[in-house]
């Protein structure tokens, strides 16, 4: 028996690997517990069993291979090395558990891949199981086919892969053995319930019996709802939150109610094929033969090349598309264009967002094709433009559409309006901005009015889809003019449309009747009855719940309509003009018959009297008098002399009187056009032409700008005087201004041209003056109106130009009330808004008002020809053409015909010239084409991305100009899109990645994040971490700089977990160029309402380590406020209350006495750390709460977030000037507080910490503070630890910090913690605190520095960081000035190259500096202040606290007078003296 257990003395993992099953039944058993035991999943303990567990799965003894199966178990679930064991676990539990004899055995096997798959190596374990499915002995393949389908029922089809699952199918059931087939069909099963019916097409080639089986089944699983019942580790906690919020509230919304399951797209299931390589070689030359049945054979095999594979690899297509548009475009026979148009169709469908770069070119043509009325060509080329638009935007297309819903032929106006129709449905909201949207509308209405009746039809379904779509409230405003009838067929079409995509928008959410402000705290909104809305993880299939509240998105159905309004969508009131007869009878029952007959009166002092007496008394009617406006004001001009009045003050009070009826009665266009033109030729009065420019300007608040300024401009060109002209022009200038530039630019500038061409000299230089102030507005674009006045006159408004252009337009001061006052009761944010709202609203888009060519007709076929020939001569004759052309033109029309696609083979022309002159044409275009060039952005971009990677560097040149060309003119938005820059990636050459890797480093950071598609740059990381890798220098430098752009619109998180796919061996170097661009990513600001961090319950008390005796009333608060509750959740409404604290942010009180007798008692922890533990943190909030600082302000120090911490310390910045003695009293608190910051890896937080103590320092030197002793040792320390931050701006606050520090703590106290300081293993430190000692030594003498300390730093010569040594030695030298020849027995023993070094250096020293040491200053041994502090002190009994000395420390030579004579001291001049300062 005793050799039996002689094993039990050997250790575990030898127990593991023991030749006698018993053994290593107890091994397995031993394992298992000590697996148990260890709760730190990296703990060096898991590394010994690591290579082990492969051997337990495996064991040839049945209960053995059952123990290990345990052990192997609960390794995986609590192992962080676990991962690294996937695969030959997985391989052995295959082989050799799965199909094991013993049940147990077999459910453990399965156990433990389910666990592999929950610790996020669900691909290895999917692979290894899909193999087993191959086996020979079906028990194996059985087994591996049941745990596949219980991985898939637990995880769901976001974590189980399907696609490599529906292939295996189609083996599975047609297999000889019954639980095979069994087992396929319920893998067949499963998979429908997660996937729907995208699988069924992949399951058709089965026989009939075996699809009509599952087509039972499946009928029986309609409506069923999937969920996965089993979460990855990395989503586990995000499930419980959700589950507990769905306790208290219904975590499903309506639309999650519907019962169903989501919908997959049936190609993510297929492989992508490449029918390029598979085409026939003749195919291009049959598809140009005579004869149409050649023709129509070329057809044939490229439809069923499209057919047999839906999905195609990504490829160059834009020939075979050039190709089919041809056909669909030129060929006579309807058979072959309803062929091409389905090959067309196939061909988008199969490249799916691919096929973007060849839509622009597609879509005028399919939408021009639609005047051919065969029902089969219509058909086709309604599926062609279906499936184009799927890879496209309506944004993209919109210049097609427009002109095609103006195209003569009513065919193709009624199938664009249907093609829009239907595209609307498969349309997100977010995807029509407001002008687009009016864009669209406005071309439709126009449209509603053709006689054609099915024309009338089509765009009344379009304008009813588009309703649907974008709601009642945006698209009622703009179809103002459409009369009732047509009204009444796009409510039917409204009614009657059906959106085919689920629209994405903010989950609505219960709001308080008066929404709380931004600087409410941010759980006011919801407390514990409205939990946020959260997001499921990924594998929570058809459920979804989106994150973001409704709060922030619900402005945006509402703010589009009211942006519209203030451009210029709201109507302008009218009224009804009154009757001479109906005017006479109400001006006489509202005014009394004495201003009445005054105004009449031949003699003017009367009429004086009368406009006087109706001045005084004008505020005074009734506003809500119909019509009050017109009849003061018709009273006013029309009854005789009216506004011809001779007497100019008379005339001056009438204006004023008009004025006044326009700032405070309702006013109307009706009223503004009586009086308007003789109120503008009342501007060349010499004594009233400033009252009359008041009146308009009156006008122009209580209408519209642009209302008033289009009326005083034609009314003053009608007129010959000269000074009516001058003067308009004047006030249209003040105007702007005053209200910003609400106006429509081009109609302006058509005004002002004619100013400027004016031969009165005063006029032309009243117009010049204008466009100067329109430059502010408009910029450099408007110069381009006036390049063809003549040569003297250009010069002059040049002048002008360039005295306001690059100016700042002033912000606008008129027209902001007015606009706003429909939303008073609004939440204060859009004080902001209406502040912007006249004059920052949106920027002119100049490209709008500059008249452009269309060189679409000047695109032949014969120039394109002849740019594709094979003499590259003949091509260059051909592009040389299309530059004259262009130049020709100067602005162009985006619509340029085939020219990008026959462009885009020319810039990856083999002849590196011809490549270089159509760069240059591209460049030419996008600035002829202004914005419109980014619809060739998709053509065009992979032909720059080829040329940057060209071995010439001209080429490489004039690549990255026409891509900044594009960029700039049309944004980088559309370069982002469709993968092409991860396709170049993949398979570019060296120049390649560099420079491209060097353009996306310098563009990404400033493009704003939504701009960007996401996906795209996901699809560009694995490439990132491939080159960062890279074995070309250039290549990594750009790609490791190119990380931080990437990061900004990713983040640090989404790149990390990238990292995974990545080997081993490169991670170390990625994941250093993660963490070296993480500290430079932006702040992101506190969302609105949000400025305050939610407030905790009261902290439990504390039973090893309490707050001493000043703690005690804050844990007996807690512990009575939870007895008081009950419950940890409070009751909400009492929750809300607590949440918002009014308290001042820091209270003077005494409780820092009883702190510091606390911590010289031992009562409380000291505030020394390596790196902060809990227990600190939790001590700190404890004192905190006793001091009574605000709850608020210690809920955002103490949170998780960054930002928060920010904004404690922009309240503690404002509070500092006017709370300091409050300061004082928590100065301790305060301090240690930001010595917590000094660890975070935030240099955001730091660097605006040290900004707050260099104020915090200041304030204390000019109350002349002293700090006490545990209030200088628990910050000085932590605070020498930044002086060795590798940023530059860190180091620089720590050091001035530290110069402060000196003023209010004994130096000799400071020297001895910078002292410590040189223990520090980090080179940069000891480099900074060796320069530290230098500048005291200097500056207080030797007595600060004992032998021992000169010794210490004489040992720093011999560092082998040279920086070190060099300050050393720096140090020694500033000793040796101060000692002499002393210095050489006081630094003790040195060996011969550091002493050689040492003379070296006092030598050169000698020659710059003449050694005069200061009489040193005694040190009182006491340490104690001899000047009494203004403040009250702090003492404490029997203890001696250092907190003060007996002089001055000097800074420096300059600022010692200034800093003598802010302490007070007057033992200054004698200390000045004494150290030989003048």
């Not at 006249?838 to 709008?848: K, S, T």
Request: charged share 30%.
């Amino acid at each position: 028996m005793a050799e039996d257990t002689e094993y039990k003395k050997l250790p575990v993992e030898e127990r593991c690997v023991h030749k006698l099953w018993k053994a290593r039944v107890d091994g397995y058993e031993e394992a298992a517990k000590i697996f148990r035991e260890l709760d730190d999943e990296k703990s060096p303990e898991w590394s010994k069993f690591a290579g082990l567990i492969k051997k337990m799965v495996v064991d040839s003894n049945a209960l053995a291979q059952e123990k290990g199966l345990e052990a192997a178990l609960i390794f995986v679930e609590n192992s962080g090395l676990a991962g690294r064991t996937v695969g030959d676990v997985m391989t052995g539990i295959v082989q050799k558990c799965i199909a094991a004899p013993k049940t147990k055995t077999k459910e453990l096997s399965v156990q433990v891949a389910l666990m592999y798959v929950e610790i996020e190596k669900q691909d290895a374990v999917v692979e290894e199981l899909v193999k087993g499915m191959e086996a020979k002995n079906p028990k194996i393949v059985s087994a591996c086919v049941a745990a596949t389908t219980l991985a898939l029922r637990e995880f769901g089809h976001k974590v189980i892969g399907v696609k490599p699952l529906i292939k295996k199918l189609a083996p599975l059931m047609s297999d000889r053995d019954k639980a095979v087939r069994d087992e396929g069909k319920q893998l067949a099963v499963e998979i429908y319930r997660w996937i729907g019916a995208a699988m069924k097409a992949q399951i058709s080639t089965l026989p009939q019996v075996t699809l009509k089986e599952l087509e039972d089944e499946f009928d029986k699983l309609k409506g069923e709802r999937v969920e996965p019942s089993r979460y990855l580790k990395s989503q586990q906690e995000k499930q419980a939150k959700i589950a507990d919020a769905a306790a208290t509230e219904d975590a499903y919304n309506e639309e999650d109610g519907e019962a169903g399951v989501e919908e997959i797209d049936p190609m993510d299931l297929l492989d992508p094929v490449d029918i390029l390589s598979k085409m026939p070689k003749d195919f291009y030359d049959k598809l140009e033969e005579k004869k149409w049945t050649l023709r129509k054979e070329s057809l044939e095999v490229l439809e069923k090349l499209l057919t047999d594979h839906p999905k195609l690899e990504n490829g160059e297509y834009g020939t075979l598309v050039s190709a089919l548009k041809k056909v669909i475009t030129k060929d006579s026979n309807v058979v072959l264009v309803a062929m091409a148009g389905k090959c067309l169709a196939l061909l988008a469908k199969g490249l799916a967002k691919r096929f973007s770069n060849y839509a622009s070119a597609c879509v005028p043509s399919l939408l021009e094709k639609f005047k051919e009325k065969k029902p089969n060509v219509v058909t086709a080329l309604r599926e062609a433009i279906d499936a184009v638009y799927a890879s496209t935007s309506l944004e993209a297309q919109q210049e097609s559409i427009v002109e095609s819903l103006a195209n003569k032929n009513p065919s193709v106006k009624s199938e664009t309006a249907l093609f829009l129709a239907r595209a609307l449905t498969r349309t997100q909201p977010t995807a029509l901005n407001k002008k687009l949207l009016k864009l669209l509308t406005t071309s439709l209405v126009k449209t509603l009015n053709e006689p054609d009746p099915t024309v009338r039809d089509s765009s009344a379904e379009a304008l009813g889809t588009l309703m649907k779509l974008m709601g009642d409230k945006a698209v009622t405003p703009l179809l103002a003019d459409v009369d009732p009838l047509k009204m009444a067929k796009i409510k039917e079409c409204h009614d009657k449309a059906e959106i085919k995509i689920k629209v994405a928008g903010p989950k609505k959410e219960a709001r308080p009747a008066s929404a709380p402000t931004a600087k409410a705290a941010a759980p006011a909104k919801g407390g514990s009855v409205d939990p946020k809305p959260v997001a499921r993880p990924a594998t929570t299939g058809a459920r979804k719940v989106l994150k973001k509240p409704a709060a922030v998105g619900g402005g945006g159905a509402t703010s589009a309509p009211a942006a519209a309004s203030k451009a210029g969508g709201k109507p302008l009131a009218t009224e009804r003009e009154l009757t001479p007869e109906d005017l006479q009878e109400k001006s006489e029952e509202i005014l009394p018959s004495d201003i009445l007959n005054g105004l009449v009166d031949s003699n003017w002092k009367n009429r004086l009297a009368a406009v006087e007496q109706l001045l005084g008394e004008i505020t005074g009617f009734d506003a809500k008098q119909a019509g009050i406006s017109q009849i003061l004001i018709r009273t006013i001009s029309g009854r005789k002399p009216g506004l011809k009045e001779m007497n100019f003050q008379v005339l001056k009070f009438k204006l004023d009187i008009i004025r006044s009826v326009a700032e405070n009665y309702p006013l109307t266009t009706t009223t503004v056009d009586l009086v308007i033109n003789e109120i503008t030729e009342k501007l060349a009065d010499a004594k009233n032409g400033a009252a009359a420019a008041d009146v308009l300007s009156a006008f122009a608040e209580a209408t519209k700008l642009e209302y008033v300024v289009g009326k005083v401009l034609s009314f003053a060109f009608e007129q010959k005087s000269p000074k009516v002209q001058s003067e308009a022009f004047n006030w249209v200038g003040k105007s702007i201004t005053e209200f910003g530039f609400q106006l429509q630019p081009k109609t302006l500038i058509e005004d002002v041209r004619k100013g400027v061409q004016s031969t009165n000299p005063t006029v032309r230089a009243s117009a010049i003056q204008l466009v100067g102030t329109m430059s502010m507005y408009m910029g450099k674009a408007l110069m381009m109106f006036f390049d063809s006045e003549k040569p003297a006159l250009k010069s002059q408004i040049q002048v002008e130009f360039d005295k306001n252009v690059g100016e700042k337009p002033p912000k606008p001061v008129r027209g902001v009330q007015r606009s706003s006052g429909g939303s008073g009761d609004n939440s204060p944010d859009n004080e902001d808004d209406d502040g912007g709202a006249a004059g920052e609203e949106e920027p002119i888009n100049m490209a709008d008002l500059l008249p452009r060519v269309d060189i679409a007709p000047q695109i032949t076929e014969a120039l394109l020809k002849e740019m594709s020939d094979k003499d590259w001569k003949t091509r260059n004759e051909g592009l040389t053409k299309l530059q004259a052309l262009i130049s020709e033109a100067r602005l162009i029309k985006p619509s340029i015909g085939d020219l990008a696609p026959a462009l885009a083979h020319r810039l990856v022309d083999s002849n590196a010239k011809i490549a270089q002159t159509t760069l240059a044409i591209c460049e030419q275009l996008a600035t002829a084409m202004g914005a419109g060039c980014r619809n060739h952005v998709r053509t065009l971009f992979p032909g720059f991305l080829h040329a940057l990677g060209d071995n010439k560097s001209f080429v490489r040149a004039a690549a990255l100009n026409c891509i900044n060309s594009f960029g700039e003119k049309g944004g980088y938005k559309e370069f982002f899109e469709s993968e092409m820059i991860a396709d170049a990636l993949k398979g570019g050459s060296p120049a390649l990645k560099t420079e491209l890797w060097a353009w996306l480093a310098d563009k990404l950071p400033g493009l704003p994040p939504k701009s960007v598609s996401k996906e795209d740059l996901h699809s560009m990381v694995p490439h990132l971490y491939a080159h960062i890798c890279d074995r070309n220098a250039e290549v990594r430098k750009n790609a490791n700089e190119a990380v931080l752009g990437i990061m900004i619109h990713l983040g640090f998180e989404a790149m990390n977990r990238a990292l995974d796919k990545q080997k081993p061996a490169s991670k170390k170097d990625i994941l250093a160029a993660l963490e070296k661009a993480r500290p430079n990513l932006p702040v992101k600001p506190l969302p609105k309402g949000k400025q305050q961090a939610p407030i905790p319950e009261e902290p439990k008390p504390k039973t090893v380590r309490g707050g001493g005796a000043g703690g005690a009333p804050g844990i007996q608060k807690s512990a009575s406020s939870r007895a008081a509750g009950g419950q940890d959740k409070p009751a909400p409404a009492r929750k809300k209350d607590e949440d918002i604290d009014t308290s001042p942010l820091l209270c003077a009180n005494s409780a820092k006495n009883q702190r510091l007798l606390d911590e010289q008692k031992m009562k409380v922890l000291k505030w020394t750390f390596v790196t902060p533990r809990e227990e600190f943190t939790e001590l700190l909030r404890d004192q905190m709460m006793t001091a009574n600082v605000n709850k608020a302000l210690i809920a955002n120090m103490f949170h998780d977030d960054f930002r928060y911490h920010l904004k404690v310390i922009e309240q503690l910045s404002e509070d500092l000037a006017g709370n300091s003695k409050a300061l004082v009293c928590n100065l301790d608190l305060i301090l240690k507080w930001l010595t917590l910051r000094f660890y975070d890896t935030n240099p955001s937080v730091l660097i605006k910490g040290l900004e707050y103590l260099v104020q915090v320092f200041q304030v204390l030197i000019d109350e002349e503070y002293i700090l006490a002793e545990n209030e200088g040792s628990c910050f000085v320390p932590h605070l020498l630890l930044k002086i060795g931050d590798p940023k530059d701006a860190v180091r620089n606050g720590v050091r001035r910090v530290l110069r402060q520090v000196i003023l209010v703590f004994p130096f000799v106290k400071v020297f001895g913690y910078v002292m410590e300081g040189l223990k520090s293993k980090n080179a940069r430190q000891r480099t900074e605190c060796l320069d530290e000692l230098t500048f005291l030594i200097e500056s207080y003498g030797m007595n600060i520095c004992p032998q021992a300390a000169v010794r210490e730093i004489a040992r720093q010569i011999s560092d082998r960081d040279n920086s070190v040594r060099n300050a050393a030695l720096n140090c020694i030298v500033q000793v040796f000035f101060l000692s002499g020849e002393k210095t050489y027995k006081m630094i003790g023993h040195l060996n011969e190259k550091d002493l050689s070094m040492l003379d070296e250096r006092i030598k050169r020293a000698k020659k710059t500096k003449k050694p005069t040491p200061p009489p040193s200053v005694d040190v009182p041994a006491s340490g104690r202040p001899t000047a009494p502090q203004r403040h009250d002190s702090i003492e404490i009994e029997d203890a001696e606290v250092g907190n003060g000395c007996d002089e001055l420390p000097p800074p420096d030579e300059d600022g010692l007078a200034s800093a003598l004579y802010t302490r007070g001291l007057e033992t200054g001049v004698i200390i000045m003296s004494l150290l030989g300062f003048q």
